[in-house]
């Protein structure tokens, strides 16, 4: 037994001895490779995720031809990627004034530049928060050797905001051209040269009528070079509200829906696109196709779209710009020639988003992303859709036609809507309006439906004399309304689910008598 023993301790010893070696071999091996290869540069800053997350600038290789070396796909896709990290490090270092992965993405000459401005911007408490939207490299040069690279880079719009002392300067927003010199260093590309060449100003893009089937003449919208009265509703499907494109989309239902909507004597509906939901810059193709199975149904039923972006989108940064571009041109380049959209409206009531956001900054992220959708899309008409009529005069000269919601006092809104009219030589479309018919514990005193059905009956005779634009809130009912869509007030929320012509258990209410005129 005894021997038997010190065999089996003889074996343990043994076998820790070779699995110690084997582990010290194994920690040795990798020491070694990682002081052989270096630390990849976006792994140790975590800019990897932070650009996907941050600055996606459109890019566009204006010309590849090269007298030399032929330049090989993945090396453009390796110079591309560095580039656009060392402008991403470039606003960040000038945004925090701090060096932190300068040295990374620029050679020894072209950083000094950089650390003299954050030197200079340090000593004088100011910083400079901007992004680049769209770049053009040509390229002009590539060495035989592939490790040295010269390209100008044209038209490349920029916007700026300089601030001292915390307080905005200035903003600047420019078209200019850089000549760029790369060099390929331990396996990285940085920029050896960067000259700023010309500064040109951005014109916006118009729309082309020719292929327009909605365009507009003076106040009227035409359809077809005919005028067009909208005559519309906000549409959710009963049982998804706020979530139309999940799990419970069907298109029996939305199709059943649109048919009534039709016979009512509509012709238009607006939709909602959640930011979000379709997965912002990364589109869910799977929320692509669903939206243009709805937007067939529209056509197939004869109503025009108002497509709302951006729902449910609250941060207008600059750092966010880029994200929210190639969001918009995804969804907007893939339907820009669907017959059934007549606008694409850019944001609901972003107004409301003054106070928490800043009116300079939300208005600053209208103003540059709506000529980029008009480039993307000149066949149809934009609009913004404004919490109220005060504010629906603001950025009027960059949209189609001016949209605002009202859900004020029924006797003032003759004289609001006269006042919004004689601003603008353009047209104008109350967008949403109604009133809830809740009147349980939370509203005991509030309009019943019977009330409801009163309020629309009069704002239909003002549509009907005026001959106005409308599309009300909303079709249904709805049983629950999620807290993240109007918070967690039951008042606020209860009201929030009774504004429909029809209740959640699919019966038409007395207000449906006045759905159009």
């Given at each position: 037994?005894?021997?038997?023993?010190?065999?089996i301790y003889?074996i343990?010893l043994?076998?820790?001895?070779?699995?110690?070696?084997i582990?010290l071999?194994?920690?040795?091996?990798?020491?070694?490779?990682y002081l052989n290869t270096?630390?990849?540069r976006t792994?140790?800053?975590?800019?990897?995720?932070?650009t996907?997350?941050?600055?996606?600038p459109?890019?566009?290789?204006?010309?590849?031809?090269?007298?030399?070396?032929k330049?090989?796909?993945?090396t453009?896709?390796?110079?591309?990627n560095?580039?656009?990290?060392?402008?991403?490090?470039?606003?960040?270092?000038?945004?925090t004034n701090?060096?932190?992965?300068?040295?990374?993405?620029?050679?020894?000459s072209?950083?000094?530049a950089?650390?003299?401005i954050?030197?200079?911007?340090?000593?004088h408490?100011?910083t400079?928060?901007?992004t680049?939207?769209?770049?053009?490299?040509e390229?002009?040069?590539y060495?035989?050797?592939?490790q040295?690279?010269?390209?100008?880079?044209?038209?490349?719009?920029?916007?700026?905001?300089?601030f001292?002392?915390e307080?905005?300067?200035?903003i600047?927003?420019?078209t200019?051209?850089?000549?760029?010199?790369?060099?390929?260093?331990?396996?990285?590309w940085?920029i050896?040269?960067?000259?700023?060449?010309?500064?040109?100003?951005?014109?916006?893009?118009?729309?082309?009528?020719?292929?327009s089937?909605?365009?507009?003449m003076?106040?009227k919208?035409?359809?077809?070079?005919k005028?067009?009265?909208?005559?519309?509703?906000n549409?959710?499907?009963?049982?998804?509200?706020?979530?139309?494109?999940?799990?419970n989309?069907?298109?029996?239902?939305?199709?059943?829906?649109?048919?009534?909507?039709?016979?009512?004597?509509l012709?238009?509906?607006?939709i909602?696109?959640p930011?979000?939901?379709?997965?912002k810059?990364d589109?869910?193709?799977?929320?692509i196709?669903?939206?243009?199975?709805?937007?067939?149904l529209?056509?197939?039923k004869?109503l025009?779209?108002?497509?709302?972006l951006?729902?449910?989108?609250?941060?207008?940064?600059?750092?966010?710009?880029?994200?929210?571009?190639?969001?918009?041109?995804?969804?907007?380049?893939?339907f820009?020639?669907?017959?059934?959209?007549?606008?694409?409206?850019?944001?609901n009531?972003?107004?409301?988003?003054?106070?928490?956001r800043?009116?300079?900054q939300?208005?600053?992220?209208?103003?540059n992303?709506?000529?980029?959708?008009?480039?993307?899309?000149?066949n149809?008409?934009?609009?913004i859709?404004?919490?109220?009529?005060d504010?629906?005069?603001h950025?009027?000269?960059?949209?189609?036609?001016?949209?605002?919601?009202?859900?004020q006092?029924?006797?003032?809104?003759?004289?609001?809507?006269n006042?919004?009219?004689?601003?603008?030589?353009?047209?104008?479309v109350?967008?949403?309006?109604?009133?809830?018919?809740y009147?349980?514990?939370?509203?005991?005193?509030?309009?019943?439906?019977d009330?409801?059905?009163?309020?629309?009956?009069k704002?239909?005779?003002?549509?009907?004399?005026?001959?106005?634009?409308?599309?009300?809130?909303t079709?249904?009912?709805?049983?629950s309304?999620?807290s993240?869509?109007?918070?967690?007030?039951p008042?606020?929320r209860?009201?929030?689910?009774?504004?429909?012509?029809?209740d959640?258990?699919?019966?038409?209410?007395p207000?449906?008598?006045?759905i159009?005129?």
């Amino acid at each position: 037994m005894q021997i038997n023993n010190k065999n089996i301790y003889r074996i343990l010893l043994l076998t820790s001895f070779i699995g110690l070696n084997i582990a010290l071999l194994f920690g040795i091996s990798n020491v070694l490779g990682y002081l052989n290869t270096g630390a990849e540069r976006t792994s140790m800053l975590h800019l990897e995720r932070e650009t996907i997350n941050t600055y996606l600038p459109k890019v566009h290789w204006t010309s590849l031809e090269n007298p030399g070396r032929k330049m090989e796909k993945q090396t453009l896709e390796e110079i591309e990627n560095d580039y656009l990290f060392a402008w991403h490090i470039k606003n960040r270092a000038l945004k925090t004034n701090n060096k932190e992965g300068v040295a990374d993405f620029y050679t020894d000459s072209s950083r000094v530049a950089i650390y003299n401005i954050i030197k200079y911007n340090k000593k004088h408490k100011t910083t400079i928060e901007s992004t680049s939207i769209v770049h053009h490299p040509e390229l002009e040069f590539y060495s035989a050797d592939g490790q040295l690279i010269v390209f100008t880079d044209k038209n490349v719009i920029e916007y700026q905001k300089t601030f001292q002392d915390e307080k905005l300067v200035t903003i600047v927003k420019d078209t200019a051209t850089y000549k760029i010199l790369m060099l390929l260093e331990d396996g990285f590309w940085r920029i050896r040269h960067m000259k700023r060449m010309e500064k040109k100003n951005v014109s916006n893009d118009t729309i082309n009528t020719s292929t327009s089937i909605y365009t507009v003449m003076g106040k009227k919208i035409l359809k077809k070079n005919k005028p067009f009265t909208i005559k519309g509703i906000n549409y959710y499907p009963k049982n998804s509200p706020w979530d139309m494109y999940g799990d419970n989309f069907n298109t029996d239902t939305i199709a059943n829906d649109f048919d009534i909507i039709k016979k009512s004597g509509l012709n238009t509906i607006r939709i909602f696109v959640p930011y979000e939901d379709f997965g912002k810059a990364d589109i869910d193709t799977t929320k692509i196709e669903k939206l243009r199975k709805v937007l067939d149904l529209a056509e197939t039923k004869k109503l025009a779209t108002v497509v709302t972006l951006f729902d449910f989108y609250g941060d207008y940064s600059v750092n966010d710009w880029t994200l929210t571009h190639r969001h918009a041109e995804k969804i907007v380049t893939t339907f820009k020639n669907h017959p059934a959209i007549l606008a694409w409206d850019i944001k609901n009531e972003p107004d409301l988003d003054f106070k928490s956001r800043g009116k300079e900054q939300v208005t600053a992220w209208l103003e540059n992303i709506i000529p980029l959708i008009k480039q993307w899309d000149p066949n149809h008409l934009v609009t913004i859709g404004w919490s109220n009529t005060d504010d629906a005069i603001h950025l009027i000269e960059l949209v189609d036609f001016i949209s605002y919601h009202y859900y004020q006092n029924i006797k003032h809104f003759t004289d609001k809507q006269n006042v919004l009219q004689n601003a603008t030589k353009k047209p104008v479309v109350l967008q949403e309006f109604g009133v809830s018919s809740y009147t349980g514990f939370w509203n005991w005193f509030g309009n019943d439906e019977d009330d409801q059905a009163e309020f629309h009956k009069k704002m239909q005779a003002v549509f009907k004399e005026k001959q106005l634009a409308f599309i009300s809130w909303t079709l249904y009912d709805f049983e629950s309304v999620p807290s993240a869509v109007v918070g967690k007030k039951p008042w606020v929320r209860n009201k929030q689910k009774a504004f429909g012509f029809i209740d959640d258990k699919g019966n038409k209410k007395p207000s449906y008598l006045y759905i159009s005129y």
